[in-house]
DNA sequence: GTACAAGCTCAACTTAACTTGAGGTCAAGC
DNA sequence: GCTTGACCTCAAGTTAAGTTGAGCTTGTAC
């Protein structure tokens, strides 16, 4: 067998780019996990890197380590991801990010429309009337200037 | 001359669809201003909807009130922002929001070659490359994962 | 001429995602 | 066997962008 090199949490910092109090907080909030030593020192398998790895990806796509934690979750408690478990994320965050991209392009559109249009002193600003129309419907109404 | 219409926070609230307690944060800040009445209420000039709006715009886009402070400082001091100054805001933050959009794809592009390459226990990973990498060049280094 | 919704100020609380600091332990080199 | 750097815990601080609440004033509708 090949041998099982052990990291400190050092370690895990120096190679996965991560502080290591973000990785005591990580562990904190049950995205990674650690045993320790005999000195009451964390110890982590090398399937840790995976996890921060992909921890990072999904803060970058924009998910909250709230997200990210119950994603992990639907892993099988204990065991190291596989390629099948890896899929099913990666699937679901790129859908997310698909939606994102769509929403940000929405509003890139928007933008590029109200350069030439002088919108801002207009009515027909695709971005205004949107703002606009929530004051027709009532003063309740909280919403977000790009659908979604 | 057309009646110059004042507005109180209220009816700001309403029609921009953005908290009272949120606007007088953004005065706070500087981003917006009013004038007070002899019975020290806030009195709002029309234009301040375009100004909440565009605050709007810019943080969908992902700007912080910081950043748009600074670009509405840019602004002719109390001026009602013209077509021009609103054109020169909006294709800074369309090309801030293009910058966004391009570094998506490109960590979406990443999920995909992963979703096929099981790269999570493999080494062909470019995402996961590009993080091991950290490890040859030394402790120091932070970055991001997806190259800007 | 008064009730009461709408305003005002200021301080404190909220959430996310960490970082910083204090005070103390562990381990590896010389 | 001791020095030094890496670790440990736990509490408190930080930033962004607001929200909430207390206590008090304005303004308007009946």
Redesign the pocket.
């Known amino acids: 067998m090949a041998p099982v090199t052990e990291l400190?949490?050092?370690?895990v910092?120096a190679r996965s780019g991560?502080?290591?109090?973000?990785l005591?907080?990580?562990e904190a909030r049950g995205l990674i996990r650690?045993h320790?030593?005999?000195?009451?020192?964390?110890r982590y398998g090398r399937d840790v890197l995976r996890r921060v790895a992909i921890?990072r990806i999904a803060?970058e796509v924009g998910?909250?380590?709230?997200?990210i934690g119950a994603a992990l979750q639907s892993l099988p408690e204990g065991r190291t991801p596989t390629r099948e478990d890896w899929n099913l994320l990666s699937t679901a965050w790129r859908d997310e990010l698909d939606q994102k991209i769509s929403q940000l392009k929405k509003l890139r559109d928007g933008l590029s429309d109200c350069i030439g249009c002088g919108c801002m002193s207009i009515d027909k600003c695709p971005l205004r009337n949107k703002d606009d129309r929530l004051a027709r419907e009532g003063t309740g109404a909280r919403r977000l200037l790009v659908e979604r």
Chains 1, 2 share one sequence.
């Open positions: 400190t949490v050092g370690q910092a991560v502080a290591v109090s973000a005591h907080f990580y650690s320790r030593t005999s000195g009451n020192q964390r921890i803060q998910i909250s380590l709230a997200g």
